[in-house]
């Protein structure tokens, strides 16, 4: 018996020759990891975003942790997230050595707002030392409301930008995850991602 089911695939990305071609010339070269294709793919991240600082990862997850290893976190110290988003966002700092509280986001757009945020910041019992805002698919936070709230607390914004790479803002042209409004951003280049290298990630500082 045949099985009639529609399979739809998880993720179809657009690939286009100079893609592939791209793709056969690292598999022909010495190096199949690392290397200078590497450090040439920081390097356009950094150019494109405008930031000084730019490390390809294995995975966006591994960058999410990368930003959070970077903040040292201390025992009792609080990262605040959004209740919608991949579980990474989450994992991350709690991974980290941080205590996780969850943000509520807009019921349309399903992002934390800086009214959303600064209730979280309420509900925190410890200090709050970071917060995540994800840029849900595609969609920017307000992040220069979010900043205002972040800096009357001194709290330190990290961007998970993994849905959102090549957007902007258009309160001030800012692209998202250039860390116009954050000390650090973070990219995923998943094959669902608006941005795909087979899989990878990014974690960027101005």
């Known amino acids: 018996m045949s099985d009639s089911r529609t399979i739809y695939h998880y993720g179809a990305p657009y690939l286009e020759q100079d893609d592939i071609d791209a793709v056969v010339d ?75 509280v969850f943000a509520d986001v807009c019921p349309k757009k399903g992002i934390i707002t800086p009214e959303t945020f600064a209730g979280a910041i309420d509900r925190a019992e410890g200090t709050v030392r970071a917060v995540f805002p994800v840029h849900l698919n595609g969609v920017p936070c307000a992040m220069d409301s979010i900043a205002d709230v972040a800096n009357q607390h001194n709290i330190t914004i990290v961007e998970d930008a993994c849905h959102a790479i090549g957007g902007g803002y258009s309160i001030d042209g800012s692209m998202v995850g250039s860390c116009a409004h954050s000390s650090m951003s973070t990219f995923s280049f998943h094959p669902v991602k608006n941005l795909a290298t087979g899989e990878g990630g990014g974690c960027h500082n101005k």
Do not use: Q, R
């Not at 960058?63 to 209740?83: C, E, N, W």
């Open 26 to 100: 690292v598999l022909k070269s010495k190096w199949l990891t690392t290397g200078p294709k590497v450090s040439a793919f920081e390097a356009k991240l950094n150019e494109i975003l405008g930031c000084k600082y730019s490390v390809a990862c294995s995975n966006g997850s591994s960058a999410l942790y990368l930003a959070s290893k970077a903040l040292d976190f201390a025992d009792g110290d609080i990262v605040i997230v959004p209740s919608i988003t991949f579980l990474a966002t989450a994992n991350a700092p709690h991974m980290a050595g941080a205590k996780v």
